[in-house]
C-alpha cells in the first residue's frame, strides 16, 4: 500500500506550516495585514512617483508661461527645467487637428522644428 504524501501549506507572509482549514493563506490576523499593506505600500509608491512627476512638469509649464496666455518656447528648454514630456495628464484635441498635452490645467503642443506652445486650459483658442 502506499502511503500519502501530506502537504503542508504555509503562510505567505511569515512561512509557518498552517494549520485549519484548507483554503487557508495566513497563520493570523497580523500576517494577513502585513502581506496586504506591504502590497499597498508598492502600489503607493509608484502613485507617489508619478503624481511628483506630474507636479513638477505643471510647474515647470506654470512658471515658464508666468502671466502670459501662450508663449513658444524649445522643448529643449523645459526638459532642461526638469520637464518630462512622457507624463501627462490628458490631452486635448482641438480645430485643425491641433493636439494639446496637459499635466494638470498647463498644456503644450508641438509647434514643430523642436518648439512648443504653453497655455493654460480654458484660457487658449
Known amino acids: 500500500m502506499a502511503k500519502l504524501k501530506t502537504v503542508v501549506k504555509k503562510c505567505l ?11 487557508k493563506q495566513f497563520c493570523d490576523i497580523g500576517c494577513k495585514n502585513e502581506y496586504h499593506n506591504a502590497d499597498l505600500a508598492e502600489g503607493e509608491k509608484i502613485y507617489k ?3 511628483k512627476i ?9 512658471e515658464t508661461l508666468g502671466e ?3 508663449i513658444d518656447i524649445a522643448l529643449e528648454k ?3 527645467k ?3 514630456n512622457d507624463y501627462l495628464t490628458h490631452s486635448k484635441q482641438r480645430s485643425g487637428n491641433k ?3 496637459f499635466s494638470f490645467d498647463y498644456g503644450y503642443r508641438d509647434e514643430g522644428n523642436g ?9 487658449w483658442t
Open 13 to 23: 507572509q511569515c512561512g509557518k506550516a498552517l494549520k485549519g482549514r484548507a483554503d
Open 49 to 51: 512617483r508619478v503624481l
Open 54 to 62: 506630474l507636479r513638477n512638469n505643471r510647474k515647470v509649464l506654470k
Open 68 to 70: 502670459k496666455t501662450s
Open 78 to 80: 523645459l526638459i532642461a
Open 82 to 84: 526638469g520637464f518630462d
Open 99 to 101: 493636439v494639446y498635452y
Open 115 to 123: 518648439m512648443v506652445k504653453i497655455v493654460k486650459a480654458f484660457d
